[in-house]
């Protein structure tokens, strides 16, 4: 069973359709990331916000896969589509394994 991370993305004003291109642009390499199981994209105009429901095979592999983006300029591409940018415009949840009781 998968772990399960949320991130939630705010677009900074007027910028909510740039960070829904960026999306388009990067979430294959995300789904083609070694340990990610799936990503679903959820929008919510009214709020300004992307939110992003990734499972993994293990947080391991999504703290790595992290690593990657950040490593890859992904502070950078978002600095000016995100409100506050990546460190102030993302909030992260991870719930764990998944459990069939």
């Given at each position: 069973m998968g772990e399960l991370v949320v991130l939630n993305f705010k677009a900074a004003d007027g910028k909510f359709d740039a960070l829904a291109d960026m999306f388009r642009a990067v979430l294959g390499d995300t789904r083609s990331y070694d340990g990610c199981i799936k990503v679903d994209v959820y929008e919510d105009r009214g709020s300004s916000t992307i939110t992003l429901v990734e499972e993994w095979?293990?947080?391991?592999?999504?703290?790595?896969?992290?690593?990657?983006?950040?490593?890859?300029?992904?502070?950078?591409?978002?600095?000016?589509?995100l409100e506050g940018g990546f460190d102030n415009g993302v909030t992260v949840h991870t719930w764990g394994s998944k459990k069939d009781y």
């Open positions: 095979e293990s947080l391991s592999h999504q703290r790595i896969y992290l690593g990657w983006r950040i490593e890859t300029g992904i502070q950078e591409v978002t600095k000016d589509i």
